[in-house]
């Protein structure tokens, strides 16, 4: 599990780097705006990368057994449903009124948890929970 | 053009892609796909681009069929530079800006999408927000409070506190529970 979890952090932490690489290169590119989505990216990035540190703590020292494994694994999961919640109103309302800078930021973020979320799936799945 | 929409224009043009777009649109008009694919870029970040040179009125767009087709507003670009910074501004004209810039983003920051997300602390702040819901309010009408509620209840939800305060700052009148605005403005 310990493997499975570095691994997954890792990964957000390439993705993090990834994103605000590009970022640096839009900038010096003079496209303010485009780096500015790929920060937001890697805040998303940012912001489930501590949850999953918080989940991981507050299962620690718990003997939870076998279970340990699965209670991570939903505890997080449930957090791409509960974040992102306000992300989607808010891009419902962006369309709603033709907001599209709004719109395209909603997105970036919503895509970014949707991309973690199959990932760290993939993952838990393939590590044979 | 004011100097205000100057900056604004300049602003949206420091930025590369931006600038790749119009110099396509002045090509030929283009849609967001193509201008995508031409660019190398996201359909949404061309949307997002063009949203920005929309609003400073660098482009156009129109419907053709199921597309907005862009085209570049040559009109605003037909002006030099040495003719913009010739134009002379007035201190009133100035103070003007600066006062409508500071209405704008205090009207940008508490309403979303024409809803009052909260009432602002600050009476300056306070006084902006409920002149904007007033504008809801036509001049000489007389209103019953149930419909003045009606009325500002489509801003807020607390339209108790909000018609309270219209009277206090002297935007409403009351007179035997009936309401108006304050000389009809």
Redesign the interface.
Known sequence: MRVLEEKYLAYIDDRIAEHNKIGEQYKA??????AD?EKIKANIYEIFRTLFLNDIKQLEGKDLGNNKDIGIYNEYLHRFDTIPTNWKVALD?AK??G???K??IE??KLAAAMELKERFIAMFDGFGR | MTEDNVVKLFKCLSDKSRLQILKSLINEDMYVELLAQRLNLAPSTISFHLKKLEDVGAVASRKEQYYSIYSINEEVFKSSILDIIKEKSSEAELQRQREDNYRKKVIENFFEYGKLKNIPAQRKKRRIILEEIAKAFEPDKMYTEREVNIIIADFHDDFCTLRREMICENILTRDNSIYRLVNGK
């Open positions: 590119d003079d496209r303010k705006d485009e989505l309302k709603e009124h907001d599209i800078t719109q395209v997105e970036n």
